[in-house]
């Protein structure tokens, strides 16, 4: 089943020299279940794809379809609703509340939503994750692996259908990075989840199923992994 299509997307910026065409009619489709690399040099359009696929800002022309759902269709309180009900993210910094506990910081999508926690599913995944004796712990009192980790447990939390990741472990040392990925590679596959990840480590976009090549706002490549 597509989970997430964009058509003849187009985002332009105006900036104090005239205009920057950060897309230029991408034109993608995403299935359930796939874990895919979207790759490219600085200023390719890369993020600025991941931020339309997310709803985290609005296409210039053509449209983003999540779920089967036109995302320009939506007014902003329907847009975040649905965002936190279909979407998790995990961003390069970690954006961790420092003011909360890790387990405040984990279900705070949820309580945000006004759902109960499921403790069985948080206790399973804090576990996959090795946050198990951390749940207390402040934020600051971890090492930016284990903040990248509760950052993934916080997007897994809700149970989301799709995991957009950006850079996320550009924070990160090669050893623990590659860990963070296998971590997320296999939540997709226990929990049936699709998940995008925007990096420029080729050794990380290897572990993808699939890799997509943005460069000059548009698509150069498509290939899935063998």
């Known amino acids: ?24 009619g991408v034109n993608i489709s995403i299935m359930e279940g796939e874990f895919v690399a979207i790759v490219g040099s600085s200023g390719s359009g890369k993020t600025t794809l991941l931020n339309m696929l997310g709803g985290l800002d609005k296409p210039s022309e053509g449209s983003v379809y999540v779920r089967g759902e036109r995302l320009e269709n939506m007014d ?34 949820i309580r945000l939503d006004g759902m109960g926690v499921d403790e069985g599913f948080l206790k399973h995944i804090t576990g996959r994750l090795k946050l198990s004796e951390k749940l207390y712990h402040m934020p600051e009192t971890l090492s930016g692996g284990q903040q990248q980790r509760v950052a993934i447990a916080r997007a897994l939390s809700a149970k989301p259908a799709v995991l957009l990741c950006d850079e996320p472990t550009g924070n990160l040392d090669s050893v623990t990075g590659m860990e963070v990925v296998g971590l997320l590679k296999s939540s997709a596959y226990e929990f ?32 899935y992994e063998e």
């Open 1 to 24: 089943m597509e989970v997430l299509k964009t058509v003849n997307l187009k985002k332009t910026y105006q900036v104090s020299s005239g205009e920057v065409q950060a897309l230029r």
């Open 76 to 109: 902003s309180e329907e847009l975040t609703i649905f965002r936190r009900r279909n979407i998790g993210f995990v961003f390069q910094n970690y954006n961790l509340l420092p003011i909360l506990n890790v387990y405040e910081n984990i279900t705070l999508p």
């Open 192 to 223: 049936q989840q699709t998940i995008v990840i925007v990096t420029h480590n080729e050794e990380i976009a290897q572990m993808a199923d699939r890799i997509i090549r943005i460069e000059d706002g548009k698509v150069k490549g498509d290939a």
